[in-house]
């Protein structure tokens, strides 16, 4: 599997995320943005972008735009 925006999360990038997550916060796609996220984490669970997809609800080209958004323009744009 050799990706070409691998997403990294940082510690404190993960807790938001989690958080985000868990208590729902903000718009629906923020929430989805940030499960997409923590699935794609090469140092979590690197799933890959069709089972991301599957998971969360969305086509895999959304998966994808947001790992090139995540590495091109950081945590904040990507979420």
Known sequence: MNKKYVVRLSDEERVVCQDV???????SQKVKRAQMLLK???????????KISEAVGCRTRTVENVRREFVVEGFEAAL
């Open 21 to 27: 997550v868990k208590k729902l916060k903000g718009t």
């Open 40 to 50: 794609a984490d090469a140092d979590g669970p690197g799933w890959n972008d069709e």
